[in-house]
């Protein structure tokens, strides 16, 4: 009977109101996250993804060069053998 308890919130980012379960509301409270609708849920989060991508790409440039890796991973390799 009945789903989650919706309450109306303010948006702690943007101000704007929104519907949110009441249960979810104090999880958020508990772990200091912000309370933010998802607009601004969905900014951050393409933020983030943005800045782990940059992260990632970052370390796959400084790893391309594999002749170099490979000669690390195998210095007594007889050559030849590939
Ligand atoms: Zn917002």
């Known amino acids: 009977m009945g789903g989650p308890e919706m309450i109306k919130v303010a948006c702690e980012n943007c101000g704007a109101n929104i519907d949110l379960d ?22 951050r989060v393409a933020k983030d993804m943005d800045m782990l991508t940059q992260m990632f790409t970052g370390i796959y440039e400084e790893e391309t060069d594999f002749s170099e890796l490979r000669k690390k991973l195998k210095p007594s390799e007889p050559a030849g053998i590939f």
Request: glycine share 0%; proline share 0%.
């Open 22 to 43: 009441a249960l979810s509301v104090a999880t958020k409270k508990k772990l200091n996250k912000r309370v933010e609708c998802a607009i601004c849920r969905n900014a």
